[in-house]
């Protein structure tokens, strides 16, 4: 069994936990920020079997879209664009897992 921990951002969120329901997934959600350009992410963590991990990421990259933002430039004047990954995704094992 793994644990999938998935950051993602605000904008792709919903849409993401829709797919993962029509899918059969059971994930759950937590409102995060990040600490690089402080904007809201959604964290979404999934326990899934190993033989589901692949299509989960599948999942998770056909519905998370790499963006690009403009930004005030800390160390010059005017605006910097940054490219903001679509998903950032941590696989875990599980040593144990119960359901009560």
Not at 27 to 52: M, P, W
Not at 67 to 89: P, Y
């Amino acid at each position: 069994m793994k644990l999938v921990v998935s950051i993602v951002q605000d904008t792709d969120a919903e849409n993401l936990l829709e797919k993962l329901a029509e899918r059969g997934f059971r994930a759950t959600k937590f409102a995060t920020t990040g600490g690089f350009l402080r904007r809201g992410n959604s964290t979404i963590i999934i326990g899934v079997d190993d033989e589901q991990v692949d299509q989960l990421l599948d999942t998770i990259k056909s519905n998370c879209e790499m963006r690009q933002i403009e930004r005030l430039a800390r160390a010059q004047q005017g605006k910097e664009t940054i490219e903001l990954c679509g998903a950032t995704v941590f696989v875990l094992d599980v040593e144990q897992f119960h359901r009560f």
